[in-house]
Structures are given as structure tokens and as C-alpha cells.
């Protein structure tokens, strides 16, 4: 645990500023709406510190590496290389939200599947995966392995992994951007070492060892791996660090996610528009992938698309860094909060202060959720739709399924809503073993079937039959 730096102003001084802060930091569900969210997208981004080219240059060099990816994992080849996930109605689930829960969903859900995304089964096989293709890249070009416009299949070879091994990459994680990065690094030859906070799951350090990655772990939480990751390797002059809460590669890769999505929407007739908003409901850890996210989407949509965040109630960092606007000047035990939660890709006690600057202003509003509604809705997911997922990536349905989640709606027109396309993104869990995923799903299920439990969780409910 990070010790909390001194604050400008105590927190019962915060707290009366800023109502929700005292629901916040007794670990109560909240939701809150920044008041500085920007009217206008386009005109945001157009002075937003990071320029929107950064998109595009990172959707190319994806592209350029589809003949690498196809070459090094089998699993891609058969879109040669790329590395996407589906879109999936949820017509199922979004009956038992109505029906067994009470919680209405106006128009269409659906739901991002990235935790099948190939290669690393989280939606980290988009930022990471990106940024070290960014450094193999420079790398190679610089040093003659591969010339500027020659088929990056040629770096899947004997010459370029003896060349990549001379040198290291280094990452700070709480289990799935380490997974990322592990294993796209090893696979071209990189030396990498993953600095694992304490809340990281022991399945995850396993896999990670198997691909021959070192595993350095820590009694601390994220921030502690990320700081003590980030001066070892700053001694290394051959070595990289993949930092999550600053890195402009982490963040362009995730952006490409929104031009790819906005395809399928198409190939699925779904129309985005002021008459058909997009709801998208995105976990949050540091920040960086739904930062990222977000970014990508207001520049596709503009303002037709509203951006939910949503983090465990005990590591609530985003919401804290954009309500007091410290960003990464405040961490959650500055509020009490221990940063221990079910949610480990979620369990980070302090924002990014890139990405909470950069696009704090595109957020529309920020859910926090127990660790018990995680639960019971992976196991309704589970049952309703045939999609398993880990804790995490339940974030974003909790949004849907929430004491909030009326309040918020109400502020959008009955007109609306009813033609609007609310996305869950499914961050993770595809590479979870199945004797996890099922004490997973048991542990939700025993949710489901203790009525006061329910009763608690969804005051709404009709309680489910055993």
C-alpha cells in the first residue's frame, strides 16, 4: 500500500465540497457526474494535449504487424494477424436485468467481447500488445533487422530474436497488461520482466513463467510495483519500461479499439447519431485502456457517445482524481480505502494523471460498485448468455444493474433512450482456468440464491428460485 501524500485540504473538507466523497470513502456504491465534462467533443479534442494522429499512426503499425502476429501466434492466423474482438447483442441478459433485478435497460445491449481478444484474453492485448510491436519496430529499423517498408513477418526469425534477447522490457502490473506484455515480448525475444503487485492472481504469474518471463512480486499494490518497476529499469539503458500511467503507445494503441467498433456498428445496422446515442460502460484500473477508449470514441462519435467509467468501491482512484482534480496528486487511501477488491486489474490506488487530464473532460459520469454485485452478475451472465468473464470485467454491467443507474438515465430524454445502444466492455477472462471461472461463478450463485443478499445488492429484485 502506498503511504498517502499530504493533502491541500483534509478529507472531511473534501467530503463537504463534494458530497458523493463521504458515500465514496465509507466504500458505498456511488456514481458522479464531473461538472466539467465538455460540451463539445470536437471541439475539445481539437486542443486536447494529445493529437488525435496518434490514432491513426497506431492503427497503421497494427496493420503493418498482422504478417508478424499471423506468424507467431496460430490463434490469429486465420484473421491474418489481426488482433479484434466480436460485438454480441445480449438480448437474454438484458431480460433478467428487467425481469429478476428490476433495472430497466432502454434500447439495445451489447457487449464488447475483448476478453476473448487473442493473444492475451483482456482488452491489454490492445495497448500492449501495440507498444511493444512500437519498440520491436525502432528497434529493428534502427538497427538494420528490418527495413522500413519490408514484411514484419521477418522479425518471427532466429536472427531477430537473437537480437531482441540482448535486450529487456520491464512492466508494472496487477496481472493482465503484464500477461500482455509478457507474452508478446517473449514471443519476439525480449528479455521481460513483470513487477506484480500483491493483488495480482497466482494463475496469472504461472502463465506468465511459462512464456519465460521473470515475475517480480511485491507485498505492496500496483503503485508500489509500478515506482519500484520503473526505477530498476531506469539503471538499464537496454531496457524499456511500459509505464501504464504515462505511456502515449499504451493509450494510442486502446484508442484504435473505437474506428473498429464503429465498423461493426455499421455491419450490424446499428446507428449512432443524436437520435441514437451510444452508451459505453468501461472498467477502470489506472485509467489507461478506457482513457484510451474514450479518446478513440469522442473522435469517431463526437458527442453521440456518453462514456461511463466504472471501479470497485474500494479502489475508486479515477473518480477521486477527476472530483478533486488532483488526478494523480490523491490516492484511495488518502479517502480510508484499503485498494483491496475481487476486481485485481481494478485494484489501483492512484489515477493516472495523463490520462484523467487528457480526457477527464469526456467522461460523463463514474459508477462504483461491491465486489458482491461483480460476482452476482458474472454469474447472470453466465446463465442468461453463455459468457464467462472474470470479476473485472463485470464493471461495466454494474452500471446497468445499480441504486444510481435511474438518476443517471434520467438526465436524457425518454426519446432517446429509447433508440439508444448501451456496450459493456468485457475486459477479461478468457485465459482464466476453469477451475477459477467456477468458484467464480459459484461464488455468484450462492449471491443469487440468498435472498437477502439480493435483497441488499438489488432492492428491486424478484428473488431468483434456487
Known sequence: MQRPRPLAKSRAQWCQEIPVLQAVSAAIPSYFQPPATAPCSTQFLNNCPIATTVIDDA??????????????????????GLIESATIELPRAQAA????????????LLLKADHTLPIAGSVKARGGIHEVLAVAEKLAIENGILKPDQNTSALHSPEARNFFATKQIAVGSTGNLG???GIIGAALGFQVTVHMAAAAKEWKKTLLRRHGVTVVEYQGDYGEAVVSGRAEAAQNPHCHFVDDENSLALFAGYAVAAQRLQRQLRDMNIVVDADHPLFVYLPCGVGGAPGGITFGLKEVFGDDVICIFAEPTHSPCM??????????????????????TAADGLAVGRASGLVGQAIGPLVSGVFTSEDERLYALLTLLADTENIRMEPSALAGLTCLAHPETKTFLQQFSKRNLATSTHLIWGTGGALVPQQEMDKYYQQGKNLLNDATRVKKLFPSATILSR
Do not use: W, Y
Open 179 to 181: 500477461i500482455s506484455i
Open 319 to 340: 473518480l477521486l482524481g477527476l472530483a478533486t482534480g488532483l488526478h494523480d496528486k490523491i490516492s484511495v487511501e488518502d479517502f480510508g480505502l484499503d485498494n483491496l
Open 97 to 108: 436485468l428487467c425481469k429478476q433485478l428490476d433495472f430497466s435497460v432502454p434500447g439495445r
Open 59 to 80: 492503427a497503421a503499425r497494427l496493420e503493418r504487424f498482422r504478417p508478424f502476429l499471423a506468424a507467431a501466434f496460430p490463434e490469429t492466423k486465420a484473421d491474418a
